[in-house]
């Protein structure tokens, strides 16, 4: 079992930023990559980035990319979410999620991210 808290959530202006943080428990953080997704209102859920489990390799949708970085420290089993340049089409739940093999998926409990025009 994991369990994934995620904290860090607002409300901001649009071109300002936000750091998310999402603690982990449960299981060795350092052996597992992580994911950052998201859902609007109205809207399914959907892929913002991921990061692999040594911290080497991370990947972005095309929306954030170059506006967010994800970053993880190991040591302290926490997966962080930098997001710059806000736009109100950011304004979403964020959601971290594990994908353990033979184990299945881990999310959180989302946080709530409001960027206002």
């Known amino acids: 079992q994991v369990q994934l808290v995620e904290s860090g959530g607002g409300l901001v202006q649009a071109g300002g930023s936000l750091r998310l943080s999402c603690a982990a428990s449960g299981r060795t953080f350092s052996t597992y990559s992580m994911d950052w997704f998201r859902q609007a209102p109205g809207k399914e859920r959907e892929f913002v980035a991921t990061?692999?489990?040594?911290?080497?390799?991370?990947s972005y949708a095309s929306p954030v990319k170059g506006r967010f970085t994800i970053s993880r420290d190991n040591a302290k089993s926490t997966v962080y979410l930098q997001m710059n340049s806000l736009k109100p089409e950011d304004t979403a739940v964020y959601y971290c999620?594990?994908?353990?093999?033979?184990?299945?998926?881990?999310w959180g409990q989302g946080t709530q991210v409001t960027v206002s025009s």
């Open positions: 999620h594990a994908s353990l093999p033979a184990e299945g998926d881990y």
């Open positions: 990061i692999s489990w040594s911290g080497s390799r991370s």
